[in-house]
């Protein structure tokens, strides 16, 4: 490890996406919803809105996928779910996230009652087609999902463009958008960090080295209680799964452990690599259960975060987060931070390259596994 020593929370802001392709029957909704008076929302019929406050709860069904969400071993992460989750935070209300295996069956959830918004890719005609309004998850600005190679027909589908919970959506779209969290979002979750070549090597790797320490990378993350998926993707970014690794400054292995931590570990032989996994693995663990307080997957990335700068440099960097009156407890809000000092430091720029490659390590084992079960 080369290291030296839970959501957005925006108030929503009730303002219409420019005019996309989606629904001008929603964006007509819209703007009649915002102008009703406040006892409006109050009346009879409760509406979904009303439900969701009262129990405190914001169900959301998605379809898996590289722009929605990945479902991991450990916990769920994605574009899409955080976003989702973050909206979920700023109403003040538990997150409860469902699957569905196709666009249409979570769209029939939602027009069933059994959860407030899917979460999808869904062409338009069939959304519409289902009876239910679609919002644009970018307030129009689909040439930043573009630009990260993500899906442009991303949505999140109501059942009732009148409701005020998709008044509220909206709103915390665009406010978002407005303050540049939308982007940097995306920007984590940038789908073209791995350019062909580099593609190509790291399945050349994959195919050739983890099946190999497969078995240690499942064993080990089983007794720390880890995603094994997520423990090889660290190996692969600090030495790309090679044992025999050595960086300038003298961190060797295939988990690239410095003397100090070695032996803090337990490890007695670097360059072995069932202990060098196992002193990752419990040295990751160790990270994790300093942001125990942080919901997953944020907590997940503060962690890999932790690995790599060490958990004091971050911490000054929280700290200095929550002097400027944002979340330090936000791994959007760190990583809008980092990236934009990464110029004036570039342990910053090393960090966020760390996770964000680690992120994408993992989202593509996780893919290579699946297909080699079909």
């Not at 989606?22 to 009649?32: G, Y």
């Not at 007794?223 to 692969?236: M, V």
């Not at 990464?342 to 090393?350: H, L, V």
Request: proline share 4%; with cysteine.
């Amino acid at each position: 490890m080369r290291h030296n020593s839970g959501g957005l929370s925006l108030k929503p802001a009730f303002a219409l996406s420019k005019p996309n392709r989606f629904s001008s029957t929603f964006r007509i909704a819209l703007l009649s919803t915002l102008f009703l008076p406040l006892h409006s929302f109050s009346s009879s019929p409760v509406t979904q809105y009303d439900k969701v406050v009262g129990k405190k709860t914001l169900t959301v069904v998605g379809v898996e996928g590289s722009s929605t969400f990945f479902k991991e071993d450990q916990f769920l992460h994605g574009f899409g779910y955080d976003l989702a989750r973050a909206y979920a935070n700023d109403l003040n209300v538990n997150f409860k996230f469902k699957t569905a295996s196709n666009s249409a069956a979570a769209l029939d959830m939602v027009k069933k009652g059994q959860a407030d918004f899917a979460l999808t890719t869904a062409e338009p005609a069939l959304i519409e087609k289902k009876s239910l309004i679609a919002m644009d998850i970018s307030c129009g600005d689909q040439k930043t999902l573009s630009q990260y190679g993500l899906s442009t027909h991303l949505s999140w589908s109501f059942k009732d463009a009148t409701d005020p919970i998709a008044a509220t959506a909206n709103g915390f779209i665009c406010s978002n958008k407005q303050q540049g969290t939308l982007s940097k979002l995306a920007a984590f979750y940038d789908r073209n960090v791995m350019n062909k070549t580099a593609q190509q090597v790291f399945y050349r790797d994959i195919s050739k080295r983890l099946p190999v320490y497969k078995a240690s990378f499942q064993k080990t993350a089983k007794k720390h209680q880890l995603d094994w998926h997520l423990l090889a993707a660290i190996g692969y970014q600090e030495s790309y799964l090679n044992p025999a690794s050595v960086s300038p400054t003298g961190v060797t292995g295939l988990m690239m452990l410095t003397q100090g931590t070695a032996r803090e570990m337990g490890v007695e032989d670097r360059r072995d690599p069932t202990q060098s996994i196992q002193g990752g693995a419990q040295y990751f663990r160790l990270m994790l259960t300093q942001y125990n307080h942080i919901a997953k997957p944020d907590q997940v990335w503060f962690a890999l975060a932790a690995y790599n700068m060490g958990p004091g440099a971050l911490n000054k960097v929280r700290n200095t987060v929550k002097r400027k009156g944002k979340n330090p407890d936000s791994w959007v809000d760190v990583y809008q931070y980092l990236s934009a000092n990464s110029k004036a430091n570039p342990r910053y720029k090393q960090c966020i390259t760390y996770v964000t490659r680690i992120r994408a390590y993992l989202e593509n084992i996780k893919q290579d596994q699946q297909l080699a079960r079909l």
